[in-house]
T-cell receptor, first 114, second 113 residues
């Protein structure tokens, strides 16, 4: 069972470069999420998609864009990377929002911006 | 706004001893609370949740959590710690509108042999 798959696992960028982080889930979940994890700050929500065709901002959306490509895939794009975006990025999915179902997480993308 | 606090950055316990990882919450309305665990270089894994009902919630890997409304707490517990329980633990609260979670900053649990 693959669950939530994130690619790539590691990436190093230079300031100003662009990049898209990919996420796919095979659990037929409706809702998908992007978080960033920084030391001592827990997980912070960047964007989420309650269902195919919808996206909403989370706590820290500035500098990011997202695309819900279809029910399975939810990508995160950095248009002009900045050192402050160095972080570990996690994608998650759940059966639906407006419910108490737990979120399932991928293993993360470790992104360094020089 | 909903929030959770994990007052301890790190908890140390000897194998075989009981463990407690603390979480307090601040919500408007009924609290819906979760615990997740993160092992090194992995994503978060769901342990348990409190929605309603019994104040003692049982979850995966022998963990349980006690919901206390008067103390606004949701502490994670295990009667006998294992070295393999060493990991980063996150408490989370479901936000109003039930769309998203807000996570605490995490507590590192270290279980010594």
């Amino acid at each position: 069972n693959a669950g939530v798959t994130q690619t790539p696992k590691f990436q190093v960028l230079k300031t100003g470069q662009s990049m898209t982080l990919q996420c796919a889930q095979d659990m037929n979940h409706n809702s998908m999420y992007w978080y960033r994890q920084d030391p001592g700050m827990g997980l912070r929500l960047i964007y989420y998609s309650a269902s195919e065709g919808t996206t909403d901002k989370g706590e820290v959306p500035n500098g990011y864009n997202v695309s819900r490509l279809n029910k399975r895939e939810f990508s995160l794009r950095l248009e002009s990377a900045a050192p402050s975006q160095t972080s570990v990025y996690f994608c998650a999915s759940s059966e639906q929002t407006e419910s108490y179902q737990p979120q399932h997480f991928g293993d993360g993308t470790r992104l360094s911006i020089l | 706004a909903q929030s959770v606090a994990q007052p301890e950055d790190q908890v140390n316990v000897a194998e075989g001893n009981p463990l407690t990882v603390k979480c307090t919450y601040s919500v408007s309305g009924n609290p819906y609370l979760f615990w997740y665990v993160q092992y090194p270089n992995r994503g978060l894994q769901f342990l348990l949740k409190y929605i309603t009902g019994d104040n003692l919630v049982k979850g995966s890997y022998g963990f349980e959590a006690e919901f206390n409304k008067s103390q606004t707490s949701f502490h994670l517990k295990k009667p006998s710690a294992l070295v393999s329980d060493s990991a980063l633990y996150f408490c989370a609260v479901l936000n109003s509108g039930y769309s998203t979670l807000t996570f605490g900053k995490g507590t590192m649990l270290l279980v010594s042999p």
